[in-house]
Every structure is written in C-alpha cells, then in structure tokens.
C-alpha cells in the first residue's frame, strides 16, 4: 500500500508493544509521519533513532521523544503506555494503575492534538476504554480500543491453516472482551460464500473441532508470553491496520471496543462488535446478527467488563 500522504500517528509508549506499532506503521506507509512519545527520555530518543536509520527504505518519516511537543498535529493517536503487571498483582489491581496513568495522560495529549481520534491498546483494553471515554468526554466513537482485532487475526490464522485456504478468504470474528469471556460469532462464519460447519474440504470442521480452535484463540497469548516473554508483533500489525482504516476513511469493519449506548441493551460498557472504522472513529455495526447462545455469551462478556467497571469505581 502506498503511504497515506499529509497524516500524523502519535504512538504512545516505547515499549515492546509501542514499537513494533510503530515499526509496523513505517513499512506499511500507515502514516507519513509517525512519532513515538515515551516519559523515559532515553528510551524513546534511541528507539526513535534506530527507526530513522531505516527510513531510507520507507516512504514515511519518524519523529519522537519525551516531550509531550512530539504530539501536536496529530490525526490519530495509539496509547500503548501502562504499567506492568507485578508478581502478586491483580488484573483489576493493574487496571486500577493504568486508570491512573490515563487521568494523567490524557488531557496531556488532547491538549496537544484536540481533534486527534484516539485508540486504546493498554490492557485491560476495554476497561481502560470505558475509563478513557469518561476522562475525556469525547464521544465513544473518537476515543476505543483495538479490542478483538488480534483475536479475530488469530482466529482467522488457525482456520485457514486447517481449512487449506488463504486468511483473506476466512470470513470470521471475535467478539465480546479482548479476555477470557471472548467469543466467536459461528453462526457468521464463512470460508469463501459456505459457512464454516458446511465447508466440505479435505475433512469437514465439527462443534468440538470449533470449541478446540476458540480455546486456542483465547490461550495463544499466554502460549507467546511464556515462550518470549510478551506479546508485540501481532498487535503492532493489527494496530497499524486499524490506524490505516482511520487514516484513510475506509469505512472497513473491524471488531474494535467501543462504549456501547443501547446497542444489543447494552449501556456503559466497552467490548467488541464489527463496527465500521473511518476518518471520524468507529461505529459498532448494530444489525449484526447473533445466535440465541451468541447472545447469552455476550451478556456474559459485558457483566465481566461491567464488574470491573463498578469496582474500580469508574
């Protein structure tokens, strides 16, 4: 794809997820300009570095460092940046500290770059939407997180390995809580035009066989952490198609977290649905069908989130 001319990417944080987000916007022409803001000044200034010495063999320029300045002019902004999970932390516990970190930031980067639309992808992701949404006041279509994109990525990756057709081909989502109550919505899948349980292939998919893949979905995170410590490639990739979709005005529809108003009698909580991502932010697809079970399982998801929410006192 060709560089998206005149746009501006902020990714905030330097960390391992941060810059490969970054590192994936430079090769793919996401922005033609990335910058990269992070408080450890010596960190960021040679993550930066070594980005610029490779933009000879890109079509984009990369900008970055400790001062908040590094944001101004930005059309989308990627908040990466949190704290890490300590041994004996709670997940609620390190969502309380990220809350934190966003009362603090935020304002910080709207003051620099007020019609920015900003994606969240600090864990737990849709907690911190609903918590960011709140902080600000921006309507939910300008500021969500990037949800389940990874997981529908994943999803799509394991089918088409085991279907024996390209993952463009595999038409599939995830859905819910970027989390344990994640789901995929079955009753939509396709391979090509035929849906997933009528695909005849070298042997047809069964219930069981749909069952064994979704766990895969949801434990392949923690298959990655354990083997290198962290998950960043992936998500930096699906990052930076999401910042695409904005950047472009492409309308593409992407399983993004967005804090639901009415949609499915849900109200105040983030999770994801197909929603249609462009240049103002992301609308959830609200017509999107679901099965009766689909339906239940989505509740699930949202009493998850909605307890989180109430605990933090969001």
């Known amino acids: 794809m060709g560089v998206v001319e005149n746009s501006k990417l902020t990714v905030v944080g330097a960390?391992?997820?941060?810059?490969?987000?970054?590192?994936?916007?430079?090769?793919?022409?996401?922005a033609s300009e990335v910058a990269l803001y992070?408080?450890?000044?010596?960190?960021?200034?040679?993550?930066?570095?070594?980005?610029?010495?490779g933009t000879q063999f890109t079509g984009s320029s990369v900008t970055g460092g400790a001062d908040l300045a590094v944001v101004e002019g930005s059309h989308v902004i990627v908040v990466t940046a949190g704290a890490k999970q300590q041994p004996g932390q709670s997940r609620l516990e390190l969502a309380g500290t990220n809350v934190q970190i966003l009362e603090n930031l935020l304002p910080a980067l709207l003051a620099r770059a007020p019609d920015a639309v900003i994606v969240l992808v600090t864990n737990p992701v849709d907690v911190l939407t609903v918590a960011a949404q709140?902080?600000?006041?921006?309507?939910?279509?300008?500021?969500?997180?990037?949800?389940?994109?990874?997981?529908?990525?994943?999803?799509?990756?394991?089918?088409?390995?085991?279907a024996g057709v390209t993952t463009s081909s595999v038409h599939a989502d995830i859905v819910g809580e970027h989390g344990d109550t994640e789901f995929p919505l079955w009753s939509n899948a396709r391979i090509g035009p035929v849906p997933i349980l009528e695909w005849r292939g070298a042997e047809p998919f069964s219930a069981a066989e749909l069952d064994d893949i979704a766990r895969e979905?949801?434990?392949?995170?923690?298959?990655?952490?354990?083997?290198?410590?962290?998950?960043?490639?992936?998500?930096?990739?699906?990052?930076?198609?999401?910042?695409?979709?904005?950047l472009q005005d492409e309308r593409a529809v992407l399983p993004v977290s967005?804090?639901?108003?009415?949609?499915?009698?849900?109200?105040?909580?983030?999770?994801?649905?197909?929603?249609?991502?462009?240049?103002?932010?992301?609308?959830?697809?609200?017509?999107?069908?679901?099965?009766?079970?689909?339906?239940?399982?989505?509740?699930?998801?949202?009493?998850?989130?909605?307890?989180?929410?109430a605990t933090l006192g969001i």
């Open 15 to 30: 960390g391992s997820v941060g810059t490969s987000l970054a590192y994936s916007a430079l090769i793919r022409g996401s």
């Open 134 to 162: 709140r902080i600000t006041g921006l309507p939910p279509h300008r500021i969500f997180g990037s949800g389940t994109v990874l997981d529908t990525s994943r999803l799509r990756w394991l089918l088409a390995r085991r």
């Open 38 to 53: 992070d408080i450890a000044r010596e960190k960021v200034e040679a993550e930066v570095l070594d980005l610029a010495h």
């Open 217 to 246: 979905v949801r434990d392949s995170a923690y298959t990655v952490i354990r083997g290198k410590g962290a998950t960043n490639y992936a998500i930096g990739l699906a990052g930076a198609r999401i910042v695409e979709a904005v």
């Open 258 to 309: 967005t804090v639901l108003s009415g949609i499915r009698g849900l109200d105040g909580v983030a999770l994801s649905l197909p929603s249609v991502v462009g240049g103002d932010g992301a609308v959830p697809v609200a017509e999107t069908p679901f099965s009766t079970e689909e339906e239940l399982l989505l509740r699930a998801s949202a009493d998850a989130i909605a307890a989180s929410v």
